[in-house]
């Protein structure tokens, strides 16, 4: 059974940071791209970032080149969002999603061209 699941977002003031984390289950992790996406309301689903293999040069859409961060450690089927200078359009519904990286490449999936296995998603708020 495929498991995908996300936590550490909250509340926080622009300017500071979150960290989240997504683990997977049910596939083998090494085998999938990986990646984050957000929507806010009123908007459509963007790809923030999304790494192909561990240590592999992620994807990041414009808007949070520079602030975040993104990693993957395959040992631990854990996929990261190191999020720094948080600013209030940040805020959103922010999802894990997987898919194989024998179909796909991290442009793909961030662009929401894959199919993809998806979590329930973590709420990221920043107060201004």
């Known amino acids: 059974q495929v498991q995908v699941v996300e936590s550490g977002g909250g509340l926080v003031q622009a300017g500071g940071s979150l960290r989240l984390s997504c683990t997977v289950s049910?596939?083998?992790?090494?085998?999938?791209?990986v990646g984050w996406f957000r929507q806010a309301p009123g908007k459509e689903r963007e790809g923030v970032s999304c790494i192909r293999r561990a240590g592999g040069l992620p994807y990041y859409t414009d808007s949070v080149k520079g602030r975040f961060t993104a990693s993957r450690d395959n040992a631990k089927n854990a996929l990261y969002l190191q999020m720094n200078s948080l600013k209030p359009e940040d805020t959103a519904m922010y999802y894990c999603?997987?898919?194989?990286?024998?179909?796909?490449?991290?442009?793909?999936?961030?662009?929401?061209?894959?199919?993809?296995?998806w979590g329930q998603g973590t709420q990221v708020t920043v107060s201004s």
């Open positions: 049910g596939f083998r992790f090494d085998d999938y791209v």
């Open positions: 999603a997987a898919a194989s990286a024998i179909l796909y490449n991290e442009y793909d999936v961030c662009l929401s061209r894959a199919n993809m296995f």
